[in-house]
């Protein structure tokens, strides 16, 4: 069933108006006719259940049939703290961390990042398309939010930001002990708001790492091998939401 994103404000009397890039969608890609089903969803975690009710130029209109409360979404919230990485991979990773249940995703500036945003222009069009990732990304997999990807921050602003955090990880590469990892794991409740901090190519210098630390980041080991940037914060990613969701 197709899934579309609403606000509050488009929800009348039984109906829902459906306006913006959506309508061209639904009537010249998907061919959609009157009848035919759909969810709306209001980004909070409620799911409306719904039939197509009319098709206008500028708006299709939804009659609702059902409300439920989304089921795809984690108790808790998980924030990505991701270190740029170089060409396309933050892309992948939007969109795989949306899959896995992330509810932020925060792009970070550090010492070993390669990428340069310098230019403002170019910022804002690297974020518009990392947001519609995300768009993409949540209706694939049936979320009941749109995880926001944030502005570039800095490292010392991406450390304050995750101060209002109930538990922090930062996976590191000179960190040893799968057990101390999963015991920090295991503290972790399906409740929390959880951030992961994940390095660039190059990981983090030793000072970053401790300077984390004192904003209660705790190095974790994610295995021997070494991995790819993109590879360190799904793997976390996988655990967390495996923690949070079943609740052992």
């Given at each position: 069933?197709?899934?579309?994103?609403?606000?509050?404000?488009?929800?009348?009397?039984?109906?829902?108006?459906?306006?913006?890039?959506?309508?061209?969608?639904?009537?010249?890609?998907?061919?959609?006719?009157?009848?035919?089903?759909?969810?709306?969803?209001?980004?909070?975690?409620?799911?409306?259940?719904?039939?197509?009710?009319?098709?206008?130029?500028?708006?299709?209109?939804?009659?609702?049939?059902?409300?439920?409360?989304?089921?795809?979404?984690?108790?808790?919230?998980?924030?990505?703290?991701?270190?740029?990485?170089?060409?396309?991979?933050?892309?992948?990773?939007?969109?795989?961390?949306?899959?896995?249940?992330?509810?932020?995703?925060?792009?970070?500036?550090?010492?070993?990042?390669?990428?340069?945003?310098?230019?403002?222009?170019?910022?804002?069009k690297k974020l518009e398309r990392w947001q519609a990732i995300s768009v993409s990304a949540a209706k694939q997999s049936g979320r009941g939010i749109i995880p926001r990807v944030t502005e570039v921050y800095s490292f010392k602003e991406a450390l304050e930001y995750a101060n209002k955090l109930d538990k922090k990880l930062l996976p590191y590469e000179n960190e040893k002990g799968m057990l101390f990892t999963r015991e920090v794991i295991e503290q972790i409740n399906p409740a929390d708001s959880v951030g992961v901090f994940i390095g660039p190519e190059g990981g983090f210098e030793e000072r970053e790492v401790q300077e984390a630390s004192k904003y209660g980041f705790v190095p974790i080991t994610l295995g021997k091998r070494i991995l790819r940037t993109e590879t360190a914060g799904l793997t976390a990613l996988s655990l967390l939401m495996f923690k949070m969701e079943s609740g052992i």
């Open positions: 069933m197709h899934r579309f994103y609403i606000v509050n404000n488009q929800v009348q009397d039984g109906t829902i108006h459906l306006t913006g890039e959506d309508v061209n969608h639904i009537k010249n890609v998907l061919r959609m006719r009157i009848g035919e089903k759909a969810i709306l969803c209001n980004q909070e975690g409620k799911d409306y259940y719904c039939s197509v009710l009319d098709i206008r130029s500028d708006s299709v209109i939804f009659s609702i049939e059902e409300e439920k409360n989304s089921d795809t979404e984690l108790k808790g919230k998980i924030f990505l703290f991701q270190g740029l990485p170089k060409k396309d991979k933050m892309e992948l990773i939007i969109q795989k961390a949306v899959e896995l249940g992330v509810y932020e995703i925060i792009p970070v500036m550090t010492s070993r990042t390669i990428v340069k945003l310098e230019d403002a222009k170019k910022e804002q």
